[in-house]
């Protein structure tokens, strides 16, 4: 349990650095009108690597913090993640889990996959769905360099402050 | 069993919305609160540490750039304030003309001018969080301007922070008039393509309003509904057609490119705010 704890607290802590850096970049790009967003990342590590109810608990916290900063109704990304978490996490146990490029193409995957979800679902809203499918298109070539670049180093970010919890993720086959 | 293991994270999941759902909305409430806040001391920090940073790159400028940039700061406030002097008349005959023709008043502000904490800018919404919010006395709905004119409205309200939703943002109306005109015409945000300065659609233009990239008509505020007061630029008219049952044109209207780039705004706090 108090395990469990110590991995949840130290990844939620990874998610609000990964946050606060990709909400400085969408600062610094807004100008250009591109957006940064990668829920990928948040989730790939928890679903490959660590048991289905601390993982879930890591990324519906990590949806939620994001579901805060968004005018979405509280807990409808936090719901998306989750439900991407419980795809990966049934894949996981066929894939090579502790490889980092696994871990950065699941990413790749998971934002894809949420960016046409959001697309299907939002598009109508838009004033101008031409415009808007070109500004996803953008922001999904963006986001998909960024999780590709920053993917290895926040992998290794997350491993890192496990094992410095003194927590690491189990080697070998993942226990349920 | 292990097909079972399989479908774990997915019951697990099922029965955290399903508890989810049934929440009380006080609840969910005051965990967005709770999230919000634990996140805005980083980006708060962060516009600090950006102020900071324009702080010393301010003080590698040599004397001669300051003496000069003073210099036209004096000229500057020169002006201002024989347009102060100006407003002040203005002021008076419209208070004036209010007491003769017993016309409702314009609301009156009080300005508050916010440093910008964070852009955040997608495809389905666009929003500026500020460094001011319930502290200094903001409300939900007050407008937020800047030198080229409206910015948006405020959308939240947190112990140190606001949010302003901008009038580039796919969920901001608004009722606006060409310079020179009265008619209101229907304004919407939301058309923000990549690499571009952000537009908005137009709607219910009469048909007797023409612009064209060679001659574009400017959009302002119309001061209908009270939120924002009339005059504030909005945008630029570039073109205009016939919408499709003929009674009336659509057009565009393209946003000043600042918007994108804005680190300041000053926020119009009603002084007797509808009940």
Redesign the interface.
């Known amino acids: 349990m108090l395990r469990d704890s110590r991995q949840v607290l130290a990844l939620l802590a990874c998610a ?1 650095i990964l ?2 850096i990709i ?2 970049l ?2 610094a790009l ?6 940064i ?1 990668s829920p990928g990342l948040l989730i790939a590590f928890a679903a490959l690597r660590l048991p ?2 601390t ?2 608990a890591v990324v ?1 916290c990590s949806g ?2 994001l ?6 109704p ?2 409808r990304q936090a ?1 998306l993640l ?2 991407a ?3 990966l ?2 894949i996981a ?1 066929r894939l090579p889990r502790e490889d980092a490029l696994v871990g950065v193409v699941s990413a790749l995957f998971t934002n894809l996959a949420l960016f046409v979800l ?1 697309a299907v679902m ?1 598009l109508g ?4 769905s031409g ?2 499918a ?3 298109l ?2 999904l070539i963006v986001s998909q360099v960024f999780t590709t670049l920053a993917g290895p180093w926040f992998l290794a970010l997350q491993n890192g402050l496990l094992s410095l919890a003194g927590t690491p993720p189990h080697k070998g086959p993942r226990p ?1 | 069993m292990p097909r079972f293991d399989q479908a774990r994270p997915l019951l697990t999941l099922g029965i955290v919305l399903l508890v989810w759902l049934i929440l009380p909305t006080t609840i969910k409430r005051a965990t967005r609160l709770g999230f919000y806040e634990l996140q805005a001391p980083v980006d708060v920090a962060a516009s600090y540490a950006r102020d900071l940073q324009d702080f010393w790159s301010q003080k590698t400028r040599t004397k001669n750039e300051l003496i000069e940039a003073a210099r036209d700061l004096a000229r500057l406030n020169a002006s201002y304030e024989l347009r102060l002097q100006d407003d002040a008349r203005l002021r008076n005959e419209i208070a004036r003309l209010e007491e003769l023709l017993r016309l409702p008043s314009y609301g009156d502000f009080r300005a508050e001018p916010a440093r910008v904490v964070r852009r955040d800018f997608s495809a389905w919404w666009q929003r500026l969080v500020i460094r001011k919010g319930a502290n200094h006395g903001l409300t939900i709905g007050a407008p937020a301007i800047y030198s080229g004119g409206l910015v948006g409205r405020v959308s939240e309200v947190h112990a140190h922070t606001a949010v302003i939703e901008l009038i580039s943002s796919p969920g901001l109306r608004l009722a606006a008039v060409f310079d020179g005109d009265d008619r209101p015409v229907s304004f919407q945000g939301g058309v923000n393509a990549p690499l571009r300065p952000a537009e908005a659609v137009l709607e219910y233009v009469p048909l007797d309003v023409f612009a064209t990239p060679a001659s574009p008509r400017r959009l302002v505020t119309s001061g209908l509904g009270g939120v924002y007061p009339p005059g504030l630029f909005v945008g630029e008219v570039l073109t205009l057609e016939a919408s499709t049952d003929g009674l009336f044109k659509t057009g565009r209207a393209v946003l000043d490119p600042r918007l994108g780039r804005l680190s300041e705004v000053t926020v119009l706090v009603p002084l007797d705010p509808a009940p």
Not at chain 1, 125 to 128: A, E, G, H
């Open positions: 609000g946050n606060a909400a400085q969408n600062h807004a100008p250009l009108a591109l957006t967003s289905a109810k993982g879930l519906l939620l913090w579901d805060a900063t968004a005018p979405t509280f807990g719901a989750g439900l978490f419980g795809l996490h049934n146990r959001l939002d809203v838009l004033p101008d415009a808007g070109l500004r996803l953008a922001d349920v």
